[in-house]
DNA sequence: GCCAACGTTGGC
DNA sequence: GCCAACGTTGGC
C-alpha cells in the first residue's frame, strides 16, 4: 500500500527550486532516530511526499516529490568533514539511512503553515501538533490530497 | 532574535 | 537508570 509522508527543507539549504533543477536528489542528514525509522522501514517507491519548506518566510508546503531508491546507508555520516558528521555511524553497521526522491511539481500556490491550521481536516497532522520537530512524517491520504488541492 | 519544546549527552 | 545541562528545531 502506498505510502504518504512529508519532509521538511530549509530552503536557504534546499529548496523545491533546487529540486526542480536537479530532478532528483539524496535525502541525507537526517539525525533523528524516529524519522531515521521511518527512512529505513517504511519508505518504499513510489511512495507520494509532500515538500515543506521550514525556516521560511512563510513555512509552507510547496510541492511533490516521490521515493525512487530505498533506503540506503547515508554516506554524509561518514565524512569528517560534513557537518552531519557521526563518528558513532559504521560503514559496516551504518547509523543513518537516506532514500533518493524525485521532483513531481511544485505547487502553483503555497500551502502556508497558518492556512494548514485554519484547515479543520489538516488539524491531526503531526506537522501541526505542539512541539513537533520531526523531519520526516507520515500523513494520512486524506490530509495528502487536502494539501494538494489547495496547493493547485 | 527569542524562546518553547524536545532529543541527546554524560556525570553520578 | 536518573536527570540536569546542553544543543537544535522552527514558528513567531
Known amino acids: ?29 537526517v539525525r533523528n532516530y524516529q524519522a531515521r525509522n521511518f527512512i529505513r522501514d517504511e519508505m518504499k517507491i513510489g511512495d507520494k511526499v509532500i515538500f515543506y519548506h521550514s525556516n521560511a518566510e512563510p513555512p509552507a508546503a510547496v510541492g511533490i516529490c516521490e521515493i525512487v531508491k530505498e533506503a540506503y546507508p547515508d554516506f554524509s555520516a561518514f565524512d569528517p568533514e560534513d557537518s552531519h558528521y557521526d563518528p558513532k555511524s559504521k560503514k559496516d553497521s551504518p547509523t543513518w539511512f537516506m532514500v533518493d526522491v524525485k521532483f513531481v511539481k511544485k505547487f502553483s500556490a503555497p500551502v502556508s503553515i497558518t492556512e494548514i491550521k485554519a484547515n479543520k481536516k489538516l488539524q491531526k497532522m503531526n506537522l501541526v501538533q505542539r512541539g513537533n520537530r520531526l523531519s520526516v512524517m507520515p500523513v494520512t491520504k486524506n490530509e495528502f490530497d487536502e494539501i494538494v488541492r489547495m496547493g493547485n
Open 1 to 29: 500500500m502506498e505510502k504518504h509522508w512529508l519532509i521538511k527543507s530549509e530552503p536557504d539549504v534546499f529548496s523545491i527550486d533546487d529540486l526542480a533543477k536537479s530532478k532528483t536528489t539524496h535525502w541525507d542528514g
